[in-house]
T-cell receptor, first 113, second 112 residues
Framework: KAGVTQTPRYLIKTRGQQVTLSCSPI?????VSWYQQTPGQGLQFLFE???????NKGNFPGRFSGRQFSNSRSEMNVSTLELGDSALYLC????????????FGPGTRLTVT | DQQVKQNSPSLSVQEGRISILNCDYT??????FLWYKKYPAEGPTFLIS?????DKNEDGRFTVFLNKSAKHLSLHIVPSQPGDSAVYFC???????????FGEGTQLTVNP
């Protein structure tokens, strides 16, 4: 089975721009979660989607949004980028919302200049 | 509010010896605890988990112990191998969904 894929792997953006990151879960997995990893804050939960519905949201400003499509693929969007948004953005998939095991993709490294 | 804490940022052990990584948590509502290993430029890789109703789970060289009264868990790796050198994250889950709360991570270095 193919693992979780994330595109792009690396991205450089300028302050004020917006960015969209994409995640394709493991085949058959219907739950997708997003995490932000920074050196100072560690791995922090952004949001979780299941059946195209957001089930949980972390403590991030409204500039961070996401969605899930009918094929379980997910995108996250960050608008009006700030320098502090520079981070590794990780997507994780699991079979469903009651599953405790999550399988992570390689991440998208976003640099905001 | 850091609900999951890994107080040791780094640990160095000799090949063949035991590695013990520790994790403390504050919220007794967590129902599962997981350990992930992470190499640079890769996503975390799931290692082993334990339900809050158990006190031990073993998988090959990896054993996780849970002490609910102390709100403490530990990961034992025996014997340690140089390929185990990575950052290890402890994570905990609430019953209501897939959301994981992570510790800060511990850099394990296994010296040949």
């Amino acid at each position: 089975k193919a693992g979780v894929t994330q595109t792009p792997r690396y991205l450089i953006k300028t302050r004020g721009q917006q960015v969209t990151l994409s995640c394709s879960p493991i085949s058959g997995h219907r739950s997708v979660s997003w995490y932000q990893q920074t050196p100072g804050q560690g791995l922090q939960f952004l949001f979780e989607y299941f059946s195209e519905t957001q089930r949980n949201k972390g403590n991030f400003p409204g500039r961070f949004s996401g969605r899930q499509f009918s094929n379980s693929r997910s995108e996250m969007n960050v608008s009006t980028l700030e320098l502090g948004d520079s981070a590794l953005y990780l997507c994780a998939s699991s079979p469903g919302p009651s599953s405790y095991e999550q399988y992570f993709g390689p991440g998208t490294r976003l640099t905001v200049t | 509010d850091q609900q999951v804490k890994q107080n040791s940022p780094s640990l160095s052990v000799q090949e063949g010896r035991i590695s013990i990584l520790n994790c403390d948590y504050t919220n007794s509502m967590f129902d599962y605890f997981l350990w992930y290993k992470k190499y640079p430029a890769e996503g975390p890789t799931f290692l082993i988990s334990i339900s809050s109703i158990k006190d031990k789970n073993e998988d090959g060289r990896f054993t996780v112990f849970l002490n609910k009264s102390a709100k403490h868990l530990s990961l034992h790796i025996v014997p340690s191998q140089p390929g185990d050198s990575a950052v290890y994250f402890c994570a905990a889950r609430f019953p209501s969904g897939s959301r994981l709360t992570f510790g800060e991570g511990t850099q394990l270095t296994v010296n040949p």
